[in-house]
């Protein structure tokens, strides 16, 4: 670990690299689907997202997006603190005032669907949610749905419908219901864009299983 005042001097590129590094070197080899590229991706909406919506801290947006899962409560056993408090701790090695940190944990510790969706209440929380939950839409969305199911044994589909637990079931439990839980208008509208296509997929989908196609 570096001398406390090295990192006490830096500016907000070095702390956003600074924290690329880390959260990559953590997140590495995960084969849930929170792998760095998720993280990758999210900050790329996340930016982009940013740039639309007016009076919105791209670094909070930024540093949000990075450590959105850097502690998964899947993987600590449902200890839903665990991502706030992981962030909390990596923040306070930098020169950020209480206020910039409480906002980038507070992130972390909301952002989760499966915690009921407690609404966020800054605009940069709305904004890496967006980000977060377009991941589970489009072609990538199915990627991930099926890399997931993988990861945890689950079968594609079950026809006769005895195994609630398949990834197209996964589709009707929570990815067609994702677009209505937008926060921005630029998300909404790219969460519509990619929902259509996972309602294209599942057509196919049964086309083939079918044999029609
Ligand atoms: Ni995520």
Same mark, same amino acid.
Request: glycine letters at 0%.
């Given at each position: 670990m570096p001398l406390k005042n090295l990192w006490h001097n830096m500016n907000k590129a070095e702390i956003i690299y600074e924290t690329e590094k880390y959260v990559q070197s953590v997140l590495e080899g995960d084969g849930s689907g929170h792998d760095w590229w998720h993280i990758d991706q999210v900050r790329k909406h996340a930016l982009k997202i940013a740039q639309a919506e007016k009076d919105s801290d791209q670094f909070i947006v930024e540093m949000a997006a990075l450590l959105h @899962?850097?502690?998964d409560h899947k993987a600590h056993n449902g200890d839903y603190e665990i991502g706030e408090k992981t962030a909390r701790e990596w923040l306070?090695?930098? @020169?950020?005032d209480e206020q910039q940190i409480n906002e980038i944990a507070e992130i972390v510790g909301n952002i989760s669907f499966s915690k009921g969706g407690e609404p966020m209440h800054t605009k940069e929380g709305m904004i890496v949610q967006d980000a977060d939950r377009l991941e589970a839409l489009g072609a990538i969305g199915v990627a991930r749905c099926f890399a997931y199911g993988g990861n945890k044994q689950r079968l594609i589909y079950d026809p006769l419908g005895r195994d609630q637990s398949t990834s197209i079931q996964h589709f009707y439990d929570k990815l067609l219901k994702v677009k209505d839980f937008m926060n921005t208008e630029m998300g909404s509208r790219l969460a519509k864009e990619r929902h259509q296509f996972l309602e294209s997929f599942l057509e196919q989908f049964y086309a083939e299983w079918e044999g029609n196609k």
């Open positions: @899962d850097i502690a306070s090695q930098f @020169d950020l």
